[in-house]
């Protein structure tokens, strides 16, 4: 079955950088488009960022210019450098693979705080 672990989280001062690793099993990776949503407390899950089977990416306007999506077919995974973090990047990051069907992480908490 799809199986996909987030790593990579956890607490940072503002405006300092993460790298998200999401490791992917159990499909044909280089076939399904993979992403990243987030969630803070009280609040929805919101997209992040997006690469598709191609390597196209988009970004929610508050990852622009600050979050990178990559992906590496060969190890199956795939990441989401943060620079330039804000108390309110705080969240659990999610990540996904979507082809017909969409799974998702278990998530990885990023607290941005001094």
């Known amino acids: 079955q799809v199986q996909l672990v987030e790593s990579g989280g956890g607490l940072v001062q503002p405006g300092g950088s993460l790298r998200l690793s999401c490791a992917a099993s159990?499909?044909?990776?280089?076939?399904?488009?993979m992403g990243w949503y987030r969630q803070a407390p009280g609040k929805q899950r919101d997209l992040v960022a997006a690469i598709t089977s191609g390597g196209s990416t988009n970004y929610a306007d508050s990852a622009k210019g600050r979050f990178t999506i990559s992906r590496d077919n060969a190890k199956n995974t795939v990441y989401l450098q943060m620079n330039s973090l804000k108390p309110e990047d705080t969240a659990v990051y999610y990540c996904y693979a979507h082809r017909v069907a969409r799974y998702w992480g278990q998530g990885t908490q990023v607290t941005v705080s001094s």
């Open positions: 159990g499909m044909l990776f280089s076939n399904y488009a």
